[in-house]
């Protein structure tokens, strides 16, 4: 009689933590759009602290009107320390400049950080801009302007 293979326990990653671990740190990387401006977040989800965070992109991100490269600052390459429940945000560009330069609009970011108890966790998130791309907004500008036009 053959006896089952035991069930192998998958590696932790911020992506399918148990149950159990739901409590720890989770890290992701987020693209915020804000009437017309583009910004990247790392932010810990989580309910305990992460260690060495960095992030690896797939492509090299342009902003700044394409003058900076915003995918190598340091903040990428390590935050020593990322509280619980924290975010840090980056500006990116204005959306218009970004989609008018030839800069990626599918992105994928792979996030590595540790835990309290130095286990490693690592997650890719995925990114598509171009649900950004066709977005109307006023700006401030536009709102503002008008009303200086009254008598």
Known sequence: MAHPKPSKVPPVTAGNQSAVDS???????????????LF????NIGDKPAYKVSVK????????????????LPLFRNIEFLA????IVTF???SNTYFGG???????????????AEHKHVVTINHDLEIYREIGFISRDELVEPLCDLP
């Open 57 to 72: 992109f797939d492509a090299k991100i342009y902003g700044l009107s394409g003058t900076k490269e915003i995918s190598a």
């Open 84 to 87: 619980p429940r924290k975010q």
């Open 40 to 43: 990247i977040s790392i932010n």
């Open 102 to 116: 030839k800069g990626p609009t599918k992105i994928s970011a792979r996030i590595s950080f540790l835990d309290s």
């Open 23 to 37: 409590s720890g740190p989770d890290v992701i990387l987020d693209f915020i759009f804000d009437k017309g401006l």
């Open 92 to 94: 990116l560009d204005h």
